[in-house]
């Protein structure tokens, strides 16, 4: 991982509390320029506090935080005019069409690109003509995207975007973010959704309690996991379970099925080729289980984060 | 119906803080009423003087009720007060009714309700139940005001029922209303503009030969003349009227989907006008409705003050003890009630400045500030655009007040310069009535979460000493407190700059300080 000194977004020790709740404590990210960034979290985890200080809209306690090479408190405005922002939950003015939302953002963004604005309403099959009370929550989401996607701007923060958008429209998303990245332009995504971070991001930062876990390109990440493997070979498979790096092992003499930490993985091949392999299935980790791994055993504690 | 009683203790429970203010407010408006009405014409012959000037005032009679109530002190009270009691009781039932039914089915909670064991009629049920008991509990304590200040008994109950019973009708037809319109701001409107055309066809009527108030509900209390006949039958028209109400909305609710009106909402734009172009346009789009509805009210308003600035000095001079109210005594007997009334439209406006400064803490807190402070707008442009409408809205909302009253009064005495000369006298309170505002900003850059509370207090304030100060004998320090105070009494003294300057200057200092504890803080959600 090189992180170049033109890094998109570089937060170093990012620490934000609201009274006695510690949101964010001592959290890192780097953004590449040009990158698609996935940002994942349970809820509560402190992803959204983060891009709130990313925008200056909430004042950091400490650390330092740059982006676009400014200071985001700071230079707030001019940064505000090279980036785009959709929020998770988008709440609209009942009595103003969407259409008129997307062009105000725009225009308040200092720019839009009506050729491509017309060309997402049409994609994205949203009606401008109706008053922002009529939408549902994932026309709502149209809507703030449209008007992020439609601006001319170097960098997209994007909070949970497609969280209220169907499989068809999912998949319009994630065309639209593949443009966008061949356009050369950074994207901060954080997501729930893994098919969606596997399908379009070139690294992944995992936060935690306000606290940044993982980072890395998913196949770094997987290498720090475990692999599956389902083994059948000729002698009996004695001895397995106390090999460095193996876990949950299931042996029945000749079929075993266990885990293995990536990185052991050539050691425990070698061990087993010796024993005559049958048949052999190795499963890699999904992102899913590396998500669950990092916070099945700590979903109670995170619960008590908020924000 | 089933779940119906259920719902409606739900509903108690959510209108459990909302609810005993509007009845607080009735009360309030008619215990004033009362105990001033009977302190100014306890004697029978006070009573036959005012039924001599005010018996043959047109203006007066369209602005309260027909005349035969003047007949007693307590009809006179009820002459007084009945329509204004009216249109709150009327508007509380609306936001009960309204909230309730079509707003809940908007935001989608009723959804969530009717997917329970919970009958279709359940919640209209519940919410009519609500708006009923809301009214008797008004005609009890407009009884137990109007008894407990010593008018009769049997007018007083006749009293409380008549408000009660217009009430009722108001809730019913807003349950009509709720069916027919998508959404509660058109369910609102509607029941406003019904509202409007009741108070209007009643003063037609009274002005007239009666026969237009015998359509309007609020003419229909009118006409039970409490303590001045005590006529109970009057009160069966609200009463079978609501009645059919209810049947028509029930019926209308099993003719249509869930979430559907009657009136299908209309499209909008589909691209943004020229005007929308960044937070200036879009925080005068947001407010422009509101501005027009205050400064419309405000101009009425001091129509109304206006048409009766001529009969005044009669008034005054049948009625000695109306003068103490007057700062210039019986001499410059107009200029002091033309100044006593503008002073009351200015506070009502600061009323409006503060409303529409509080709007930004809305736009925070719903979460829709925050898309637009992610755009290239600072935090000083987001200040500036709200403040924009509250700061010229609440000038704009003085100039209505100045215009009206200055139609008003130029009419009746044939004289177009006062048109230009009240709305110069309304305009005068202009830096005051900034002052407030600018509390208002402070209080939101520094204290965001508790912004309204000093806010209304500044309001509240001003409004209390401009109000009794004079009659209360207050002590000097709480009137020099008040912007209101430093502002000179025009037309009746002489307008100076220098107390103008410092109020504008003081507004000034706040506002910027404001602005530095917004610029510092979080956006809070």
Redesign the interface.
Known sequence: MTVSAEAAISITALTKSFGRTKALDALDLTVATGEVHGFLGPNGSGKTTTIRVLLGLLRADSGTVRMLGGDPWRDAVALHGRLAYVPGDVTLWPGITGGEVIDLLGRMRGGLNRQRRDELLERFDLDPRKKARTYSKGNRQKVALIAGLASDVELLLLDEPTSGLDPLMESVFQQCIAEVKQQGRTVLLSSHILAEVEALCDRVSIIRMGRTVESGTLGELRHLTRTSIAVETSSPLAGIEALPGVHDVLVEDHHARFDVDTAQLDAVMRRLAPLGVRSLTSTPPTLEEMFLRHYGDDRAADRTVTL | MTGAGRLLRFLLRRERRRLPWWLLGAALLVLVQSTQSQNLYGTAEDLARLRQTIGGNTAVIAMSGPPRLLDSIGGEVVFEIFAFVCIVVALMNMFLVGRHTRADE?AGRSELIRSARVGRDAPLAAALALAVLADLAAGVLLFAVTAGTGLPVAGSVLFGAAVAAVGMTFAALTAVAAQAF??A?AVYGAVGLVLGAAYALRAAGDVGNGALSWLSPIGWGQRTYPYAGDRWWPLLLPLAVSGLLVLAAVALQHRRDFGAGLVP?R???????PA????Y??AW??QRGALLGWAAGLALLGAAYGSIGDTIEQYIADNPEIAEFLTGGAAQVVDSYLALTIRMSALIAAAYGVSSALRMRAEET???A?????????RLAWLAAHLSVALAGSALALAAAGLGEGLAYGLTVSDAGQVPRLIGVALAYVPAVWLVVAVAVLAIGWLPRLAAVPAWLAVGYCAVVALFADSFDLPGWTQRASPFSHTPRVPLAVLTATPLLLLGACAAVLMALGYAGLR????S?
């Open positions: 908007e998508e959404n701001r909402s499209p909008g734009r589909a691209t943004a006008s929308l172009r960044n937070v346009g879009l789009r947001l719903s979460g829709r925050e898309p637009i402070l992610a755009t290239a707008t600072s510092r803080r979080d956006v959600f």
